[in-house]
């Protein structure tokens, strides 16, 4: 168990929709960090924050969007769903930047049909 | 950004033999993280590696950093079935990590 938890762990929607995947670091962790990882594309940098502040963005659709709140907690929403975002999200979080290990969460497997 | 090239793709093991998995980046890499990724799983951190030719070893699994930290390795010895999965090496620039496309280790018991 890395500490890191997310929610929901699996995801059924249709095209045109719009989801939140939720994610907690772990107790002490300021950074987050969300990914996607799908067959073909492997394990893809979305976005950063830290301490509630976006500090890095990587290949994120401008469909996509996310937060980290005072609390820490991160929300990463998904809207104008198509098929090709299907896919399992992971969180990550560290004590710092991109120098620190991560801890992934479990991952939330989305299904868009 | 930085991108790490991993080679193989895929290796299928003998229980038993050793087998070497390796990252290339064309620029040089401030550090190399390695995570590994179980059959359902999630990425787990292994280790990271920060120095010129530097070398770590956990166990039956020895990390090395080429000396002009352009490119890493991973080496396992004697495979076990536990070792399955999915390795990773990921480079860190400007607060972020990119991933490797992973080596996907099976193993014939």
């Known amino acids: 168990d890395s500490g890191v938890t997310q929610t929901p762990k699996h995801l059924i929607t249709a095209t045109g929709q719009r989801v939140t995947l939720r994610c907690s670091p772990r107790?002490?962790?300021?950074?987050v960090y969300w990914y996607q990882q799908s067959l073909d594309q492997g394990l893809q940098f979305l976005i950063q924050y830290y301490n509630g502040e976006e500090r890095a963005k990587g290949n994120i659709l401008e469909r996509f969007s996310a937060q980290q709140f005072p609390d820490l907690h991160s929300e990463l929403n998904l809207s104008s769903l198509e098929l090709g975002d299907s896919a399992l999200y992971f969180c990550a979080s560290s004590g710092g930047g991109g120098n620190h290990e991560q801890y992934f969460g479990p991952g939330t497997r989305l299904t868009v049909t | 950004g930085q991108q790490v090239m991993q080679i193989p793709q895929y290796q299928h093991v003998q229980e038993g033999e050793d087998f070497t998995t390796y990252c290339n980046s064309s620029t040089t890499l401030s550090n190399i993280q390695w995570y590994k990724q179980r059959p359902g799983g999630h990425p787990v951190f292994l280790i990271q590696?920060?120095?010129?030719?530097e070398v770590k070893k956990q166990k039956r699994l020895t990390f090395q950093f080429g000396e002009a930290k352009k490119n890493s390795s991973l080496h396992i010895t004697a495979t076990q079935t536990t070792d399955v999965g999915t390795y990773f090496c990921a480079a860190s620039e400007n607060y972020k990590l990119s991933f490797g496309a992973g080596t996907t280790v099976t193993v014939r018991a």
């Open positions: 107790s002490g962790d300021l950074s």
């Open positions: 590696l920060v120095k010129s030719g």
